[in-house]
Nanobody, 122 residues
Framework: QVQLVESGGGLVQAGGSLRLSCAASGRTFSSLAMGWFRQAPGREREFVAAISGGGGVTDYADSVKGRFTISRDNAKNTVYLQMNTLKFDDTAVYYC???????????????WGQGTQVTVSS
C-alpha cells in the first residue's frame, strides 16, 4: 500500500504561482512512477503531469506544458508540482497518484491522494 498526502493548494490570482507537494509513504519511493491529475467541477479527471521513479523522465499535458513543472525529491519521499502563470481554467482539485512502475504513465495509477483545491481568480 502507498499513502499519499497532498498540500499546497489555495486561492491565487490569475498569473500567479503555487507549488503543490505530495508526501508518500509505504513503498520504496524511487520505485514509484508519480503523477498529478486534476478535476474541475462538472468535468472528468484529467492528466496533468508525470515523472519517473528516478526523476529523469517527465510528461505533461499540452494545456500545462511550459507553465507547470513536476519534480521529486526521493530523499524526502515527495513529489512537487510547480504551477506558474496560472489561469482561471486551472481551477480544480489536484490529485497526486502513484504506481509501481518503471514507466511514466497517463493512466492506470493504483494509489491516490485525497486532493487539494486550487482556485484561480480571474
Amino acid at each position: 500500500q502507498v499513502q499519499l498526502v497532498e498540500s499546497g493548494g489555495g486561492l491565487v490570482q490569475a498569473g500567479g504561482s503555487l507549488r503543490l507537494s505530495c508526501a508518500a509513504s509505504g513503498r520504496t519511493f524511487s520505485s514509484l512512477a508519480m503523477g498529478w491529475f486534476r478535476q474541475a467541477p462538472g468535468r472528468e479527471r484529467e492528466f496533468v503531469a508525470a515523472i519517473s521513479g528516478g526523476g529523469g523522465v517527465t510528461d505533461y499535458a499540452d494545456s500545462v506544458k511550459g507553465r507547470f513543472t513536476i519534480s521529486r525529491d526521493n530523499a524526502k519521499n515527495t513529489v512537487y508540482l510547480q504551477m506558474n502563470t496560472l489561469k482561471f481554467d486551472d481551477t480544480a482539485v489536484y490529485y497526486c497518484a502513484a504506481k509501481q512502475s518503471p514507466l511514466i504513465l497517463r493512466t492506470s495509477y493504483a494509489y491516490w491522494g485525497q486532493g487539494t483545491q486550487v482556485t484561480v481568480s480571474s
